[in-house]
Nanobody, 123 residues
Framework: QVQLVESGGGLVQAGGSLRLSCTASGRTFNSYVMGWFRQAPGKEREFVGAISRSGSTRYADSVKGRFTISRVNAENTVYVQMNILKPEDTAVYYC?????????????????WGQGTQVTVSS
Protein backbone atom coordinates (compact mmCIF):
# COMPACT_ATOMS: atom_id res chain seq x y z
CA GLN A 1 0.00 0.00 0.00
CA VAL A 2 1.25 3.46 -0.94
CA GLN A 3 -0.16 6.73 0.30
CA LEU A 4 0.49 9.85 -1.72
CA VAL A 5 0.19 13.43 -0.51
CA GLU A 6 0.46 16.38 -2.89
CA SER A 7 1.34 19.93 -1.92
CA GLY A 8 2.34 23.19 -3.52
CA GLY A 9 -0.80 24.22 -5.33
CA GLY A 10 -2.15 27.74 -5.28
CA LEU A 11 -3.09 30.82 -7.25
CA VAL A 12 -0.62 32.27 -9.73
CA GLN A 13 -0.78 34.77 -12.56
CA ALA A 14 -0.36 33.69 -16.14
CA GLY A 15 3.31 33.39 -17.00
CA GLY A 16 4.23 32.48 -13.45
CA SER A 17 5.58 29.28 -11.94
CA LEU A 18 4.66 26.74 -9.32
CA ARG A 19 6.29 23.58 -8.05
CA LEU A 20 4.11 20.73 -6.87
CA SER A 21 5.40 17.99 -4.61
CA CYS A 22 4.11 14.52 -3.97
CA THR A 23 5.44 12.53 -1.05
CA ALA A 24 4.84 8.81 -0.75
CA SER A 25 4.69 6.57 2.26
CA GLY A 26 6.34 3.19 2.27
CA ARG A 27 9.78 1.88 1.49
CA THR A 28 9.28 0.90 -2.16
CA PHE A 29 8.91 4.35 -3.74
CA ASN A 30 11.73 3.71 -6.19
CA SER A 31 9.89 0.72 -7.63
CA TYR A 32 7.03 2.86 -8.96
CA VAL A 33 6.55 4.94 -12.05
CA MET A 34 5.21 8.26 -10.78
CA GLY A 35 2.70 10.19 -12.83
CA TRP A 36 0.99 13.55 -12.69
CA PHE A 37 -2.55 14.04 -13.94
CA ARG A 38 -4.94 16.96 -13.81
CA GLN A 39 -8.65 17.48 -13.97
CA ALA A 40 -10.37 20.73 -14.80
CA PRO A 41 -14.03 21.34 -13.97
CA GLY A 42 -16.30 19.52 -16.39
CA LYS A 43 -13.41 17.72 -18.05
CA GLU A 44 -11.92 14.27 -17.82
CA ARG A 45 -8.74 13.61 -15.94
CA GLU A 46 -5.80 13.99 -18.28
CA PHE A 47 -2.18 12.89 -18.30
CA VAL A 48 0.37 15.60 -17.61
CA GLY A 49 3.58 13.61 -17.41
CA ALA A 50 5.38 10.81 -15.68
CA ILE A 51 8.82 9.69 -14.60
CA SER A 52 10.08 6.14 -14.66
CA ARG A 53 12.04 4.36 -11.98
CA SER A 54 15.25 5.20 -13.81
CA GLY A 55 14.36 8.84 -14.33
CA SER A 56 13.07 8.81 -17.90
CA THR A 57 10.23 11.23 -18.46
CA ARG A 58 7.27 11.61 -20.75
CA TYR A 59 5.00 14.64 -21.10
CA ALA A 60 1.73 15.60 -22.64
CA ASP A 61 2.16 17.84 -25.67
CA SER A 62 0.27 20.61 -23.90
CA VAL A 63 2.94 20.96 -21.20
CA LYS A 64 6.08 19.88 -23.03
CA GLY A 65 8.81 22.48 -22.65
CA ARG A 66 7.03 24.16 -19.73
CA PHE A 67 6.74 21.42 -17.11
CA THR A 68 9.56 19.30 -15.69
CA ILE A 69 9.08 16.21 -13.56
CA SER A 70 11.79 14.96 -11.25
CA ARG A 71 12.07 12.54 -8.37
CA VAL A 72 14.23 12.13 -5.30
CA ASN A 73 13.97 8.52 -4.28
CA ALA A 74 15.80 9.06 -1.01
CA GLU A 75 13.04 11.48 -0.04
CA ASN A 76 10.15 9.43 -1.49
CA THR A 77 9.16 12.56 -3.39
CA VAL A 78 8.28 13.45 -6.95
CA TYR A 79 8.07 17.02 -8.19
CA VAL A 80 6.60 18.84 -11.13
CA GLN A 81 8.05 22.25 -11.86
CA MET A 82 5.49 24.23 -13.84
CA ASN A 83 6.68 27.31 -15.72
CA ILE A 84 5.01 29.76 -18.09
CA LEU A 85 1.66 28.80 -16.63
CA LYS A 86 -1.47 29.50 -18.66
CA PRO A 87 -5.09 29.87 -17.57
CA GLU A 88 -5.82 26.57 -19.28
CA ASP A 89 -3.47 24.87 -16.81
CA THR A 90 -6.04 25.53 -14.09
CA ALA A 91 -7.06 22.20 -12.61
CA VAL A 92 -6.76 19.88 -9.66
CA TYR A 93 -3.43 18.14 -10.00
CA TYR A 94 -2.99 14.56 -8.84
CA CYS A 95 0.05 12.39 -8.46
CA UNK A 96 -0.21 8.67 -8.99
CA UNK A 97 1.94 5.58 -8.66
CA UNK A 98 2.12 2.73 -11.14
CA UNK A 99 3.83 -0.57 -10.37
CA UNK A 100 4.21 -1.43 -14.05
CA UNK A 101 7.66 -0.98 -15.57
CA UNK A 102 6.66 1.31 -18.43
CA UNK A 103 5.32 4.84 -18.57
CA UNK A 104 1.63 4.87 -19.39
CA UNK A 105 -0.61 7.83 -20.05
CA UNK A 106 -3.86 6.12 -19.07
CA UNK A 107 -5.08 6.82 -15.57
CA UNK A 108 -6.48 3.30 -15.19
CA UNK A 109 -2.92 1.93 -15.21
CA UNK A 110 -2.05 3.69 -11.99
CA UNK A 111 -2.56 1.88 -8.72
CA UNK A 112 -2.42 4.65 -6.13
CA TRP A 113 -3.57 8.27 -6.13
CA GLY A 114 -3.15 11.33 -4.00
CA GLN A 115 -5.99 13.59 -2.94
CA GLY A 116 -5.09 16.33 -5.39
CA THR A 117 -3.99 19.94 -5.09
CA GLN A 118 -5.67 22.92 -6.75
CA VAL A 119 -3.75 25.04 -9.23
CA THR A 120 -5.43 28.21 -10.44
CA VAL A 121 -3.85 30.41 -13.08
CA SER A 122 -5.37 33.85 -13.50
CA SER A 123 -5.22 35.77 -16.75
Amino acid sequence: QVQLVESGGGLVQAGGSLRLSCTASGRTFNSYVMGWFRQAPGKEREFVGAISRSGSTRYADSVKGRFTISRVNAENTVYVQMNILKPEDTAVYYCAADSSPGIFTTSKRYDYWGQGTQVTVSS
